[in-house]
């Protein structure tokens, strides 16, 4: 299993980003991924997930209305589409495949939301 992130870097408040995470050495049409993130001090949070056929979401209360989840099979890739970003939002952000196997967490892609 890897996992790739990318796409994070710095915005201002109210900006957006989209973040792409390509896998790699999995059937990845046969499973539901993640979004957390991360900053100094804190636990992992989750921040959405999405079905293997894309089809069901669910995200934090803190990103409703505001982040969009999707994935392109054909693609092996997933996105996270974030709006409206807020100071808070700042973390290291990394895509999960919610399995044991090794690999399953990317490295991480740093967004900084900062004027």
């Known amino acids: 299993v890897q996992l790739v992130e990318s796409g994070g870097g710095l915005v201002q408040p109210g900006g957006s980003l989209r973040l792409s995470c390509a896998a790699s050495?999995?059937?990845?049409?046969?499973?539901?991924m993640r979004w957390y993130r991360q900053t100094p001090g804190k636990e992992r949070e989750w921040v959405a997930s999405?079905?293997?056929?894309?089809?069901?979401?669910n995200y934090a209360d803190s990103v409703k209305g505001r982040f969009t989840i999707s994935r392109d099979n054909a693609k092996k890739t997933v996105y996270l589409q974030m709006n409206s970003l807020k100071p808070d939002d700042t973390a290291v952000y990394y895509c999960?495949?919610?399995?044991?196997?090794?690999?399953?967490w990317g490295q991480g892609t740093q967004v900084t939301v900062s004027s």
């Open positions: 999405i079905t293997s056929d894309g089809g069901g979401t």
């Open positions: 999960h495949l919610p399995t044991a196997l090794p690999g399953s």
């Open positions: 050495g999995f059937t990845f049409s046969r499973y539901g």
